[in-house]
């Protein structure tokens, strides 16, 4: 059918031709074909590689979008919008998943094609611009933590974000999430905690490449364990319990910590304070 078009109409044609094997498909060829004269010149080149890899590339496409789509988290794919000169002067945003949709209450048509600074303003778009314009130049992805921006829409609440983006071709793979909740509930636990009367310390272990425990990291002290040895809270966090008393590698101290952490079981100590020997 294919060459008798082109014989009646004169116009050359192209068509990919399956070539079966015994099992099936086993190859594809394109075919080309003109008219010369009162018949037809037809030329093949097997594109069977090529055809591979370009389901190869539509299926994992599929699967990084079934991923995408799943997240908890908003994902969007914003392109750099260049002017003349070549600079980034916004981007564009032409994938975003329904996470994403959500947060921006928009629909995905309406969301994939809008611009960054035309969806977002003010000062929140103007630094995200500038953060990620820097991800495109120099290909250092973006890590925020605990970023706080306070919404431009109607409330006007302050929301805090842990955000991510890395570098795609021209432009950027951007994720983000809401972490308001978790970080209100952490300030009301460090408020509770620091209201305490009693001196209190959260310690983590530190083991050797046998797996023994050698010391204790300071993770959490309150206010009133500061007060207690009379040392801010910033010259105790992230430091050890070597650090602080030297000699204690030596204090039967560590000792009684590690049966605590090894079997679960508390102990009570006769005093009660940060020290070596002096609290369990």
């Not at 070539?19 to 003109?34: E, M, P, T, Y």
């Not at 093949?44 to 995408?68: F, G, P």
Request: glycine share 8%; aromatic share 8%; with cysteine.
């Amino acid at each position: 059918d294919s060459y008798m078009g082109v014989f009646e109409s004169g116009s050359a044609t192209s068509f990919d031709l399956p070539w079966l094997g015994a099992d099936g498909v086993a190859g594809v060829f394109r075919v080309f074909v003109s008219r010369v004269g009162d018949g037809i010149v037809a030329s093949s080149h097997d594109i069977t590689e090529q055809v591979r890899a370009q389901r190869e590339h539509a299926a994992d496409r599929a699967n990084l979008r079934a991923t995408l789509d799943s997240l908890l988290d908003p994902h969007v794919m914003l392109e750099a919008v260049r002017d003349e000169t070549g600079q980034i002067v916004d981007f564009v945003y032409t994938e975003a998943n329904p996470a994403a949709c959500v947060h921006n209450a928009l629909d995905y048509q309406d969301l994939v094609g809008s611009r960054l600074l035309d969806l977002l303003s003010g000062a929140i778009s103007t630094r995200l611009l500038d953060r990620l314009r820097q991800v495109v130049e120099t290909g250092e992805p973006l890590v925020l933590d605990d970023v706080a921006y306070a919404q431009e829409r109607p409330g006007g609440q302050e929301r805090r974000y842990d955000a991510r983006a890395t570098r795609v071709g021209d432009g950027v793979s951007y994720t983000w999430r809401d972490i308001t909740d978790s970080h209100l509930a952490e300030r009301r636990l460090r408020a509770a905690h620091d209201s305490m009367i009693d001196p209190h310390v959260l310690y983590e272990a530190i083991r050797d490449e046998r797996g023994q425990v050698i010391d204790f990291r300071f993770v959490e002290v309150n206010t009133a364990a500061c007060e207690y040895d009379k040392w801010p809270r910033e010259r105790l966090i992230g430091s050890t319990l070597g650090d602080q008393w030297p000699d204690f590698a030596n204090d039967p101290t560590l000792t009684a910590y590690a049966r605590v952490l090894a079997t679960g079981a508390p102990a009570r100590a006769g005093r009660c304070g940060l020290g070596p020997g002096e609290a369990l």
